[in-house]
């Protein structure tokens, strides 16, 4: 398998092991997980089934970042306690992810490894990496001089992006302004927490390096996320990294490309989301998956159309009816086809497209041969559609 490693630019061969780790960044919140992310964690779902398939064993780790700033102003307006808001965020994603087969090994929860980021935090400012201004702790990058090398960004619009995604670069006093926080004073209502430097909340970034490390060890083999997350949060993780002695080293940074919908990437702010939830209300869930797996490219993205739903339940139907037959065509070149299609990448819209010349070949022409229905069922293992719900 072949996936595309942000940081060094090109393909990287995956090496198959015997101990392989897969951490993929979770949707926080949840309340507004659309179908873009449900795409974002199928793909990752379906690297781990297929290279278990190829005989790795792979330890799957996907956060869940419940000490999160736009958790805090929800609860807020809703009037309801920080920690009730997170626990109905986080039991409605478990059972949705079970529903739709998104599996994983760990979920860890960045409230449960607060002493982990401290002790960062501290060895990072015993290496003279931080600086406070006001209770802030903020990551000095200027040592740094790998910071950018994730995202390749440029200077501006790494400080252009800061700005838009949640950072701070025009606060007065700092030392530069990508400098980010590590951690930061609550206020009233928020989560705190009793740390050397003061009472207060980790920042975001702090979270996913201290996670990855408990959980996946030295070494992350392919480090995943929606192309939002590459700057400012796995730059600013990976410089992190950098600064800590025993950390993790990432192989691949592989980035799910995000869902465009009428002509717009998707996205809450925009208001043109299609959410999972209400899918899921409507359809079965394995045909959610297969909507969201139908017509979707990690590199490229792809559109979401309203009929992907009504169109999945279809094929999944078909899909089911020929891996139930008894015989069909020869399905060598077709099965070879489709893993291509999958180790490229995982070309999941092209992986499906040439399994339907497959199933369409099986119910109407029938065949002799007996391998066929299996194949098709490998291709539905692969895909994470082995239960019909
Ligand atoms: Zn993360």
Redesign the pocket.
């Known amino acids: 398998m072949r996936l595309y490693c942000t940081k060094q630019g090109r393909d990287i061969e995956v090496a198959i092991s015997d101990h392989m780790s897969l951490y993929v ?1 979770g949707v926080t919140p949840y309340d507004s997980a659309h179908t873009g992310h449900l795409a974002m964690a199928a793909t990752y779902d379906v690297i781990a089934r297929r290279l278990r398939s190829l005989g790795a064993r792979v330890r799957v780790v996907r ?1 869940i ?1 419940d000490v999160d700033d736009p958790l805090l102003p929800r609860a807020a307006r809703l009037n309801i306690p920080y920690w009730d808001l997170v626990e109905q965020e986080v039991s409605q994603w478990n059972a949705d992810i079970r529903r739709l087969n998104l599996t994983s090994d760990v979920e860890p929860r960045a409230s449960q490894h607060i002493d982990h980021m401290v002790s960062a935090i501290e060895e990072m400012s015993a290496a003279g990496r931080t600086y406070e201004i006001e209770g802030t702790i903020y990551f000095r990058i200027s040592p740094d001089s790998r910071f950018g090398e994730v995202s390749h960004f440029d200077r501006a619009r790494m400080v252009e992006t800061s700005r838009e995604r949640g950072g701070d670069p025009d606060r007065a006093g700092k030392e530069d302004p990508l400098d980010f926080i590590l951690w930061q004073p609550s206020r009233p209502g928020e989560p705190q927490y009793d740390a050397p430097f003061g009472r207060g909340r980790p920042g975001w970034h702090i ?2 390096s201290v996670m990855s490390r408990e959980h996946c060890g030295m070494r992350v083999d392919i480090h995943g ?1 929606g192309a939002d ?1 590459i700057f400012p ?1 796995h730059e600013c ?1 990976a410089a992190q990294d950098r600064s800590m002695q025993h950390s993790t080293d990432v192989g691949i940074w592989f980035h799910s490309a995000l869902l465009d919908y009428k002509g717009e990437k998707m996205s809450k702010s925009r208001g043109n989301i299609v959410l999972a939830r209400d899918l899921l209300a409507r359809y079965n869930s394995m045909t959610v998956r297969l909507a969201t797996l139908s017509h979707y490219t990690p590199r490229g993205g792809g559109e979401w159309q309203d009929h992907y739903a009504d169109e999945a339940a279809e094929r999944l139907a078909k899909w089911t009816r020929a891996a139930e037959s008894q015989y069909g065509p020869d399905p060598r070149r077709v099965e070879a086809e489709f893993y291509s299609r999958l180790d490229n990448n995982v070309e999941l819209g092209e992986a499906v497209a040439v399994a339907d010349e497959l199933v369409d070949q099986t119910l109407t022409y029938g065949g002799s041969d007996s391998r066929t229905p299996r194949v098709i069922r490998d291709f539905m293992a692969v895909l994470g559609l082995e239960r019909s719900r």
């Open positions: 960044c956060n970042t979270g996913c996320g997350l949060h993780e």
